[in-house]
């Protein structure tokens, strides 16, 4: 079985600019959950999505969205890049039937702003 | 806040000696645990979980052991080899589906 897969794997903008990162789950999974890596703040929940619908949003400000399509491939955008965007953006899959349900990560996208 | 944490930013091992590797964790109504490796270039993967009614779990040369008295959980790796250096990072289910994650331990596997 094919793993979460991760388009594309690197990205520089500048500032202002805005960005979206796609994701492919698991074959079978329903959900995608969105994270933010950096070196201070390590791993941060975004948001999951399940069948279209966000079920659940971290603590980040609007310019952070995203979506999902009824194949469950999921996209994020931000806008108005800010320099602390700069991260590891993680996206990870698991079937959604419950939330101890094992999640599967990719293998990130690396945004750079400059 | 409540969050989880680990106690040890690095930890250097020789090959072929035991890793542990501990993380504190503060939300008393977490129930689910997980360890994730991830290596350089690499996203998280999954090694092992366990579920807030159980005290131990084993894996292939990978043993968790949850200590719900203290909010401690820890990841032992038998006969740590070359391939097991990587970060490795401890989280808890948080609300929903999000999973909050400590800040990781750089484990160094020395010859």
């Known amino acids: 079985k094919a793993g979460v897969t991760q388009t594309p794997r690197y990205l520089i903008k500048t500032r202002g600019q805005q960005v979206t990162l796609s994701c492919s789950p698991i074959s079978g999974h329903r959900s995608v959950s969105w994270y933010q890596q950096t070196p201070g703040q390590g791993l941060q929940f975004l948001f999951e999505?399940?069948?279209?619908?966000?079920?659940n949003k971290g603590n980040f400000p609007g310019r952070f969205s995203g979506r999902q399509f009824s194949n469950s491939r999921s996209e994020m955008n931000v806008s108005t890049l800010e320099l602390g965007d700069s991260a590891l953006y993680l996206c990870a899959s698991s079937p959604g039937t419950g939330p101890t349900d094992t999640q599967y990560f990719g293998p990130g996208t690396r945004l750079t702003v400059l | 806040g409540e969050s989880v944490g680990l106690h040890l930013p690095t930890l250097s091992v020789q090959e072929g000696d035991n890793s542990i590797i501990n993380c504190a964790y503060s939300n008393s109504a977490s129930d689910y645990f997980i360890w994730y490796k991830q290596e350089s270039g690499k996203g998280p993967q999954f090694i092992i979980d366990?579920?807030?009614?159980?005290d131990k779990r084993q894996g292939q040369r990978v043993t968790v052991l949850l200590n719900k008295t203290v909010k401690h959980l820890s990841l032992q790796i038998a006969a740590t080899q070359p391939g097991d250096s990587a970060v490795y990072f401890c989280a808890e289910n948080g609300p929903g589906y999000a999973l909050n994650f400590g800040k990781g331990t750089s484990l160094l596997v020395t010859p």
């Open positions: 366990i579920r807030s009614n159980m």
């Open positions: 999505y399940f069948s279209e619908t966000q079920r």
